[in-house]
């Protein structure tokens, strides 16, 4: 449900007469059986992750990476979808999910995958990736693998690096069993007291701030020239517990890790200050209940038996699992300095209308948006160079007079940040939306909100009851005693870093049109206003969802009259019911629908008489597929819009979103090609199957590798670079 309350800031809400009526379909004629439950289809994405890492046919520092990268989204699957789970059965807010079932059935499905999982991944570890790393020269060894000069070399640096900063906690009855934060690597240790023969337990954290992973440092004695050693810092503690307790005797030792809700709730409207509240809530998070003990596969019974009683876990919630546990460890790893173990470098281009006239020159950045929209493709060609340098020349202009701008997620050494500084310093107006809510960000996000406040930035927080998740950047420039506008929309986060990470598009355009829709939702936002009209965004959350859907039903109607009918949509995550039912009612009218989704999927293919004209692929690879594209084929006049709007309930009825219609023919070419692409049989890719399953396609029949999408955008957008360069 949503509160009325917001329902009445009126955001993105159309003409009436923009509607048309929707085709009649019986809805009898849909299948109960037809979603997908989102959290196993979760699962199967992060399956796909790891299918990466199994591949031997990448380079092995990558494979690594892939590794990391699936324990660190798992880790947050836990702390927050596991958690929100299991706290509405607790309260009793739980209700069947989207497939019919009781929650606490989908808990023990969880369960299953989530336990196989995390084998496979310790597997992929054990028997493919880390011997693979060592025939690459890059050995991760045991303590029993070391000779008597590494050992007294390594002992040398847990004396002067590790032994400081080590706080073992006995448990006794002067000492109760200690507090256990969320991801930390500890060691459960049990000794006997050598005069009283009395047996004790202590817990050891293993430092977060020291590397994971520590190199053994060459001698003469050990190994060939080339090859690095790496020893879990974890086996450098435990092979020296005789040094933090003297005199008694270990008995065991054995690593765990605990994983806690750590999901933030805040009643905004119970709370006069959202910043004061929030920082309240961070810090109940660390204190949040066990979801998750993980455990080494040889740990006693006696030690687990201890932590499953002091911890108050579940058996169901234990993960015996062969070590090292952690092994988001590896991304330490996989950033070793050996390119020939990496992907081959690729350096983003300057988008072709942002090349400067003149060598060692600026661009100009408001002569080439007048010019014509501008669309660019990150992280093929370069954030740094378009959004950042955009933002840098508008903060220098002395003929810019406002800078607005939301912001979700960003790093606090932005040059994002740091131009909207500079422009407030020049005495420019500047507003900045930041959405401190933004999940794990929200401490970074209230540290550099403080910094623009004191700079002379007007930070605003968004509404009650919403997050603000769209990418908005407006400028308003004096030309000629005008006012002219010049607005950029675009599909990921205004974050310099993860641009050369994440695939995204970015639309410029001094459009006046659009100028008008994004002075009206920043007035939305920043004030009391209820305009209700924009003409070229779909705004949620009041009418993004209407518009989707009012152009679903037009390819029905399409269909029906024996017109050509194609709907196209890329997400990150495809949940929403009502968006899912169009496009059955589609697929049953004719239309053709094309799917391309990078995570939750709860779509599915091959329904009898629903899902017959419906085929959704994924893509995962280098870079983490994140922009979202809509597509229509309107009967030979196709209307297509980016954004930052996935297909689920948050987005479409919690979140402030937009999507932006794509008008320029070359642009919406190049989103419709990139879709044909995508979809080919001839290009790598997961296919869903009708019976729910996720099966990779990289080879032909004949062992040929299929087209690697990320590889040939990247090679087309340089030789289109070259080529206008020649001319």
């Known amino acids: 449900m949503i509160d009325t309350e917001v329902l009445d800031y009126g955001l993105g809400e159309a003409d009436d007469d923009d509607f048309d009526e929707t085709v009649e379909v019986d809805d009898a004629q849909l299948p109960d059986n037809r979603y997908m439950d989102r959290e196993l289809s979760w699962l199967a994405f992060n399956q796909r992750v790891l299918e990466l890492a199994e591949d031997p046919s990448l380079p092995v520092l990558e494979r690594a990476n892939f590794l990391a990268i699936f324990a660190s989204n798992l880790d947050e699957f836990f702390m927050v979808r596991v958690a929100g789970l299991k706290r509405r059965i607790v309260t009793g807010l739980a209700v069947p999910t989207n497939v019919g079932r009781a929650p606490q059935d989908v808990l023990a499905d969880i369960s299953e995958d989530a336990h196989a999982l995390q084998l496979r991944h ?73 005069k009283t023969g009395r047996q004790e337990f202590a817990r050891l954290k293993v430092p977060p701030m020291l590397p994971r992973f520590v190199e053994v440092p060459r001698s003469n004695a050990s190994g060939a020239s080339g090859r690095s050693r790496y020893l879990p810092l974890e086996q450098l503690i435990a092979n020296h517990l005789g040094d933090l307790f003297p005199g008694m005797e270990i008995l065991e030792h054995h690593t765990f890790r605990l994983t806690r809700n750590e999901d933030v709730a805040i009643e905004e409207d119970e709370t006069e200050n959202l910043i004061q509240a929030l920082e309240a809530e961070l810090l109940r998070r660390r204190f949040g209940p066990p979801i998750r003990l993980e455990v080494t596969e040889e740990m006693d019974d006696v030690t687990l038996d201890l932590l499953i009683n002091e911890l108050e876990v579940t058996e169901q919630e234990v993960y015996r699992l062969p070590g090292p546990l952690d092994l988001r460890g590896l991304f330490d790893l996989s950033r070793i300095d050996r390119p020939e173990l990496h992907y081959p470098a690729h350096v983003p281009v300057t988008a072709a209308a942002f090349q400067p006239a003149e060598q060692n020159g600026r661009a100009d950045f408001f002569s080439a948006i007048r010019k014509s929209d501008v669309l660019v493709h990150h992280p093929y060609e370069s954030f740094t160079t378009s959004v950042v340098a955009f933002l840098e020349q508008a903060a220098r202009d002395p003929h810019v007079l406002a800078i607005k701008q939301t912001l979700y997620r960003t790093s606090g050494d932005s040059p994002i940040v740091q131009a909207l500084i500079d422009a407030a310093e020049r005495g420019k107006q500047v507003l900045a939306l930041v959405e401190v809510k933004a999940r794990f960000d929200e401490a970074a996000n209230i540290v550099w909100a403080r910094k623009l406040e004191k700079a002379g930035v007007h930070v605003v927080y968004g509404l009650v009851g919403l997050k603000t998740h769209c990418k908005l950047l407006h400028v308003i420039r004096e030309e000629d005693g005008m006012l002219r506008s010049y607005s950029h929309i675009g599909t990921g986060n205004y974050n310099p870093k993860t641009s050369r990470l994440y695939e995204d598009f970015g639309l410029f355009t001094a459009d006046e049109q659009v100028g008008r829709d994004l002075t009206r939702l920043f007035n939305e936002l920043s004030g009391y206003a209820i305009e209700k009209k924009f003409k070229r965004l779909l705004v949620a959350p009041l009418h993004l969802r209407k518009g989707l859907l009012r152009l679903i039903d037009k390819e029905c109607r399409n269909a029906l009259d024996g017109k050509p009918a194609h709907i196209r949509i890329k997400v990150n995550s495809m949940v929403d019911e009502q968006i899912i039912d169009a496009l059955y009612r589609a697929s049953a009218a004719g239309v053709r629908v094309d799917v391309w989704v990078r995570g939750i999927c709860s779509l599915k293919v091959g ?90 396609h990289h080879v032909s029949e004949t062992g040929t590798p299929l087209v690697d999408l990320q590889e040939r955008t990247m090679t087309q957008i340089q030789r289109r670079r070259r080529a206008r360069a020649v001319r």
């Open 607 to 696: 329904l009898d008489g629903v899902g017959d004209n419906i085929t959704v692929r994924s893509i995962l690879g280098r870079y983490l597929e994140h922009s979202r594209i809509f597509a229509f084929a309107n009967d030979g006049d196709p209307q297509v819009y980016i954004g930052s709007a996935d297909m689920m309930h948050r987005n479409l009825d919690r979140r402030v979103e937009a999507l932006v219609r794509v008008v320029a023919p070359a642009h919406v070419k190049e989103l419709v090609d990139l879709f044909d692409v995508a979809m080919s049989d001839e290009t790598s890719s997961w296919h869903l199957e009708p019976a729910g399953d996720w099966v990779r």
């Open 122 to 194: 310790a597997r992929a570890w054990a028997d493919l990736v880390q011997p693979a790393l060592a025939d690459a020269g890059i050995e991760v060894v045991r303590w029993d693998e070391l000779g008597d000069d590494d050992r007294q070399n390594l002992y040398d640096y847990f004396q002067a690096q590790v032994f400081p900063v080590l706080m073992p906690l006995a448990v006794d009855p002067a000492h109760p069993f200690p507090y256990i934060s969320g991801l930390s690597l500890n060691l459960a240790i049990r000794i006997r007291n050598a």
